[in-house]
């Protein structure tokens, strides 16, 4: 994995975080919203009481003002299942997007350390090639003797294309 990559991933990590933070911003002022609805519904109840003492008091106008407040409560309270049907899905999906970045952090991390281990092995294989050891020195002058002889072939090949061409 690439720090581009890695980079790109932490980036959209931290989208997400905000997104999750964001709603539940939401979510919190929605329950504030709704505990200072409770509130005021049991403060207007509470007056009603005081109300309903005088003579003079319209009952059917504050049914009325009641079922009005209780359809907003039941609104709020559907709003407030939306968002935590939608809450839980970003939570979902956040996690499931966690989860893949990290079994690709994962899979690039051992192709790292296999490519590391790729690289000391052969560094120790030209450093044994370099060494003075007689059966080091015996292959090295064999293959130097194979290379000159493919390259002999290899320019005989070359001049017997050439003399194709010209024919």
Not at 12 to 29: C, F, H
Not at 80 to 108: A, G, I, L, P
Not at 123 to 138: F, P, Q, S, T, V
């Amino acid at each position: 994995m690439t720090k581009q990559n890695l980079t790109r991933y932490e980036k959209l990590i931290a989208k997400l975080y905000d997104q999750i933070n964001n709603l539940q911003s939401q979510k919190t002022r929605l329950q504030q919203y709704k505990n200072s609805k409770a509130k005021r519904i049991g403060e207007l109840e509470s007056k009603m009481q005081d109300l309903e003492i005088l003579e003079n008091i319209d009952l059917n106008k504050i049914l009325q003002e009641m079922r009005e407040r209780d359809k907003k409560i039941e609104k709020l309270d559907a709003v407030d299942k939306n968002f935590n049907s939608r809450m839980s899905t970003v939570k979902k999906q956040s996690q499931q997007q966690y989860e893949e970045m990290k079994r690709k952090f994962e899979v690039e991390r051992n192709a790292k350390i296999d490519a590391f281990d790729k690289l000391e092995s052969m560094r120790i294989e030209m450093k044994a090639l370099e060494g003075k050891d007689i059966k080091n020195d015996l292959w090295k002058d064999k293959c130097k003797e194979l290379y000159e002889i493919s390259r002999e072939m290899e320019n005989e090949n070359d001049s017997l294309r050439d003399a194709l061409k010209l024919m």
